[in-house]
């Protein structure tokens, strides 16, 4: 079981907005801001998009946006491409826990 | 250009040993925190072990503790995973990767996996 609770899937077609949600509790995502975003190709390693909740590493497009209220984070596309199929995890660390718990992946499709 | 290897990985019978090994290029490993993160083919990433970069504090994940251990060997600039008393559900791709606080705790490198198959 994830530590974290993302959908399953979310689709969009090119040029339209997704949000990806990550639903975590008051221990983890509500009382830190220390959740990040990976994008994974298959078969390939998880790459940083987003961190601190809301910033984006250098080289990261400005598509990729963050946010946070109360336990739920969210992850927005804009201007959705077909190069932005992939599998979506959000991660969250817990300092009181010294344990980092990642959400279940959702998968985003390009219509 | 920052490289993390990932090797070691393979087939092994229940019950059995293997340790992987990421060997860092670009960045120092005694800077980062480094960890080991896997998952099971077609489904999500679960975090496994990490070690600080004082090397001072080490955390495993309730389902590996006992089994596994991580370390560090800062003059070859490599960490590792040794794994024993292996399980079927070990199975997985196993990646390395590494955070610190000036990112944020986000994940900024990862390796490319290495596959262990725990199988009778």
């Known amino acids: 079981q994830s530590a974290l609770t993302q959908p399953a899937s979310v689709s969009g077609s090119p040029g339209q907005s997704i949000t990806i949600s990550c639903t975590g509790t008051s221990s983890d995502v509500g009382s830190y801001n220390l959740l990040s975003w990976y994008q994974q190709y298959p078969g390939k390693a998880p790459k940083l998009l987003i961190y601190e909740v809301t910033k984006r590493p250098s080289g990261v497009s400005n598509r990729f946006s963050g946010s946070k209220s109360d336990n739920t984070a969210s992850l927005t596309i804009s201007g959705l491409q077909t190069e932005d199929e992939a599998d979506y995890y959000c991660c969250s660390y817990a300092p009181s826990t010294v344990i980092w718990g990642f959400g279940g992946g959702t998968k985003v499709t390009v219509l | 250009e920052v490289q993390l290897v990932v090797s070691g990985g393979g087939a092994v019978q229940p019950g059995g040993s293997l340790r992987l090994s990421c060997a860092a290029s670009?960045?120092?490993?005694?800077?980062?925190?480094m960890h080991w993160v896997r998952q099971v083919p077609g489904k999500g990433l679960v975090w496994v072990s990490r070690?600080?970069?004082?090397?001072?504090?080490?955390q495993y994940a309730d389902s590996v503790k006992g089994r596994f251990t991580i370390s560090r060997d800062d003059a070859k600039n490599t960490v590792y995973l040794e794994m024993n008393s292996l399980r079927v559900e070990d199975t997985a791709v196993y990646y390395c990767?590494?955070?610190?606080?000036?990112?944020?705790?986000?994940?900024?490198?990862w390796g490319q996996g290495t596959l262990v198959t725990v199988s009778s």
């Open positions: 670009g960045i120092k490993v005694s800077d980062y925190w």
């Open positions: 990767t590494c955070n610190r606080f000036s990112s944020g705790w986000g994940f900024d490198y």
């Open positions: 070690l600080n970069s004082e090397r001072s504090t080490i």
